[in-house]
T-cell receptor, first 109, second 116 residues
Framework: AQRVTQPEKLLSVFKGAPVELKCNYS??????LFWYVQYSRQRLQLLLR??SRESIKGFTADLNKGETSFHLKKPFAQEEDSAMYYC???????????FGTGTRLLVSP | GAGVSQTPSNKVTEKGKYVELRCDPI?????LYWYRQSLGQGPEFLIY????????DSGLPNDRFFAVRPEGSVSTLKIQRTERGDSAVYLC??????????????FGPGTRLTVL
């Protein structure tokens, strides 16, 4: 069965520190993975997707099929990065997303 | 342009009542999705429409839940005989359809349903 695991409910760092939000997945097919972000009082929005291999707001994520991981990284966290981050797996065929439980990132000054 | 909109933003109802939640997708998006997000959880897939038809309703928890999209645009999620366990944020998303590729899903603000 397909599953996305985000082991950390909360990640608290200081401004300027590196950030890594962990995501592991379980899926027998070819995975398509996404990171969505939800800022306070805003709607869920796409941050990045692995197939585009782009960096958004300084965040990057590399798909590691051997470790079945798609960790989100940023070298220097900013206070405005504080938000809820969800890793999601797109299940092939009908394109539904399977989400992890989310990690709250708190960046302190 | 306008994003996905959902109405109402909040709905409080009593156990046993019937509720309807509405979603207006981005114009031109043929794919529409409903998700449910319970407290402390990520969104959970309910149903997916391609045009007017439900292509995948495997996530609907039981037959009290039903969704329609009669003209291929606006969709309504209907919940009969609501139960306290139905309390959650119901999210709608839409995307373009492109065969063989994963399209970005754009989410609405959600409807917070509270069943007393």
């Amino acid at each position: 069965a397909q599953r996305v695991t985000q082991p950390e409910k909360l990640l608290s760092v200081f401004k300027g520190a590196p950030v890594e939000l962990k995501c592991n997945y379980s899926y027998s097919g070819s995975p398509e993975l996404f990171w969505y972000v939800q800022y306070s009082r805003q709607r869920l929005q796409l941050l990045l997707r692995h197939i585009s291999r782009e960096s958004i707001k300084g965040f990057t994520a590399d798909l590691n099929k051997g470790e079945t991981s798609f960790h989100l990284k940023k070298p220097f966290a900013q206070e405005e990065d504080s938000a809820m981050y969800y890793c999601a797996l797109m299940v092939g065929g009908f394109q539904k997303l399977v989400f992890g439980t989310g990690t709250r990132l708190l960046v302190s000054p | 342009g306008a994003g996905v909109s959902q109405t109402p933003s909040n709905k409080v109802t009593e156990k046993g009542k019937y509720v309807e939640l509405r979603c207006d997708p981005i114009s031109g998006h043929t794919a529409l999705y409903w998700y449910r997000q319970s407290l402390g959880q990520g969104p959970e897939f309910l149903i997916y429409f391609q045009g007017t038809g439900a292509a995948d309703d495997s996530g609907l928890p039981n037959d009290r839940f039903f969704a329609v999209r009669p003209e291929g645009s606006v969709s309504t999620l209907k919940i009969q005989r609501t139960e306290r366990g139905d309390s959650a944020v119901y999210l709608c998303a839409s995307s373009l359809w492109a065969s063989g590729s994963a399209d970005t899903q754009y989410f609405g603000p959600g409807t917070r349903l509270t069943v007393l």
